[in-house]
């Protein structure tokens, strides 16, 4: 069980989650006299859909099955993030950068430490 997951679990007697997304929990929003609600962050979501599929299946996916998706009182909240401004545009270049590096089949041992860097981040 992800770690996310299980926090969730603990922390809640009731609670609807998606199969498969637990990486794209954020935690639980709780409202008064009403049980708690899981939240997802919608990035993480097609995050995790694109390394499934291409991006456009992705998002078509995500638009048809799970934005749309009503469990009942309990079905967990998206959230979408307000854009950061100038700096998502230099991390979007560094992710941009360390993907070519771990595409070039040239250095193996570069390629390797961008994968690596990548998937850590790809955690958080």
Same mark, same amino acid.
């Given at each position: ?13 009731? +609670?609807?989650?998606?199969? !498969?997304?637990?990486?794209?929990? $954020? !935690? +639980? /929003?709780? *409202? &008064?006299?009403? #049980?708690?609600?899981? $939240?997802?962050?919608?990035? *993480? +979501?097609? @995050?995790?859909? #694109? ?8 998002? #078509?996916?995500? %638009?048809?099955?799970? /934005? =749309?998706?009503? =469990? !009942? &009182? ?6 979408? *993030?307000? &854009?950061?401004? &100038? @700096?998502?545009?230099? $991390?979007? *270049?560094? @992710? ?15 390629? %390797?430490?961008?994968?690596? +860097?990548?998937?850590?981040?790809? $955690? @958080?």
């Amino acid at each position: 069980m992800n770690k996310r997951k299980k926090w969730i679990m603990q922390n809640t007697e009731n +609670i609807a989650l998606f199969d !498969g997304l637990d990486d794209a929990i $954020v !935690g +639980i /929003a709780s *409202r &008064p006299n009403l #049980e708690s609600l899981a $939240v997802y962050d919608m990035h *993480r +979501i097609m @995050r995790i859909l #694109e390394q499934q599929m291409d991006p456009e299946d992705a998002a #078509e996916h995500f %638009d048809a099955n799970i /934005a =749309c998706m009503y =469990c !009942g &009182p309990l079905t967990p909240l998206i959230m979408a *993030r307000y &854009p950061a401004g &100038p @700096r998502s545009s230099e $991390v979007s *270049r560094l @992710r941009a950068a360390l993907e070519q590096i771990a595409s070039n089949r040239d250095e193996p041992y570069a390629a %390797d430490f961008a994968r690596d +860097i990548l998937a850590r981040r790809e $955690v @958080r």
